[in-house]
DNA sequence: GAGTGGTCTAGACCACTGT
DNA sequence: CAGTGGTCTAGACCACTCC
């Protein structure tokens, strides 16, 4: 006689559901037996069997649709950002002529998609900074900023995407009156040109990772499933006076995003 | 007349608590009203207040302890990673004195905790190496590997911490025997230490990194609550000869962890 | 023993999706 | 229209904590 199974049944159903998706009994796509029905199968009421279905929500196995039935999710394709290098990528593309400079941005360039097959937006608006920002860009709180908003979708999916908000001194984007108009966007060469335009060069680049649950808002955009996380990654950029220059505040959904850093060390010295 | 709210009561219910919280009128370690009071007040059944509580576990808002009560998680305080710097001091600290170099080690350099404040734990075993290990060390699947597993706690806390595991081909360790040996840790000057007495020097390293949910054994390490999720780190390590001689996987609680990489940007060529 | 959260039942109505 | 998942009720018993 095996050993009793203490564990709540609702845990147990879960478990049981668990190993067929990992067996492959229930493939990627599959759609699982109907609330009701599983409830019969198991002779549990439906609230347990919604119980045992929560759980692989929250492990990220399946996907519940309204009116159409629950079904086992694709394994995401992991998108990687190498952002050491893409930085430097966009900083070096500053100094290409206009035809290569547009031929592909900095969404095409992690993701490995053309341009044509994604869909771009921007959206510029004035705010005041408050502390957070204002402390980052050693501003007033109060200070006027450029507000710039972005994100990119894939034409193809309903993917997810990315979005992205970025933040400038407004009088120091305004010396050059076009970088305060988003109708520009995309613009050609991404903000390292733009910047360059006023004369700045971006000297380096800190990158501060972050993984919580989304707000509101960006389940919204993001469109990801309850109990997702998101990585956040709040990018602050210093010009060669050492001056920040830009703030910029990315989100991705965490399960489907590395990220990878590759950090060159200095030798030994010789003794 | 204000508009109708369409959304679920227990959404609804969440929201307000989550304004109190935010407001602070429900103060960090504040306990909530129970559930049969919370029902009482609103109006709805007990199943309803208890989505509404769901809701706020999920935001990371609140933690229920059976017996107990509903209490108001503190904000964490994350602790600040950054990995570029470290990898660099932990290069740098080889050539230092054994004195030095027994004073601290990785942790403490990156938590600000000192030596006496933490426990260290080390454990070695052999295994066969796996696939996915196979390949990124350029070996054959079923090479015998050293696994030296690490994790670090705080003695006053009982407090979350780190795991770590780490993997080098065995043939490689054992030119140095006592590096087979876990006795010897804590090792003073840590792996970078320990690969010096064979003759390697570590030219640069890869970090890369992923958001998701904890395995079953790393809930029960870490004792992260549920639908916390982990940040995990992929650390590859390269010697100056472009051999691939470590390769390392960390596991932090994702609410309590941020990791910061700044990088360095090669000047414009002067036009 | 009283009170808490965790599990569970057996119903009900709803909004949404397909045919 | 029937079937799906989403919301909701009004109960019940349990394990656990604290007094």
């Known amino acids: 006689m095996t050993e009793r199974d203490w564990r709540p049944r609702y845990v147990q159903l879960a478990e049981e559901l668990r190993e067929k998706i990992d067996r492959g009994e229930l493939a990627a796509g599959a759609l699982l037996p109907s609330e009701p029905e599983l409830a019969a199968q198991t002779g549990m009421s439906r609230t347990s069997v919604r119980n045992a279905l929560r759980q692989l929500r929250e492990w990220g196995l399946v996907r519940a ?5 629950t079904y086992v999710r694709a394994r995401k394709v992991r998108v990687t950002r190498r952002n050491i290098e893409r930085y430097q990528w966009e900083k070096d593309r500053v100094h290409q002529p206009e035809e290569v400079r547009r031929q592909s941005g900095g969404t095409e360039h992690d993701t490995g998609l053309e341009v044509h097959q994604l ?20 501003v007033p709180v109060g200070t006027k900023l450029l507000r710039r908003m972005y994100w990119t979708s894939a034409k193809s999916e309903d993917a997810p995407l990315s979005m992205s908000v970025s933040y400038l001194v407004h009088e120091v984007a305004a010396q050059n009156p076009a970088l305060l108009d988003d109708s520009n966007e995309p613009w050609p060469g ?50 060669v006076n050492g001056r920040v220059v830009e703030v910029a505040d990315a989100v991705y959904p965490a399960d489907r995003t590395e990220l990878v850093y590759g950090i060159q060390l200095k030798p030994w010295d010789k003794k």
Chains 1, 2 share one sequence.
Do not use: M
């Open 65 to 69: 649709e309204q009116g159409r039935g």
């Open 119 to 138: 869909q771009f937006h921007a959206k510029y608006s004035t705010v005041d900074a408050n502390e957070d920002i204002a402390n980052v860009l050693s």
């Open 190 to 239: 991404g903000t390292h040109h733009q910047l360059s335009t006023i004369g700045v060069e971006v000297d380096h680049v800190s990158d501060r990772v972050v993984a919580r649950p989304p707000s509101p808002n960006e389940v919204e955009v993001l469109r990801t499933e309850a109990g997702d996380w998101v990585l956040a990654i709040r990018k602050v950029s210093t010009d």
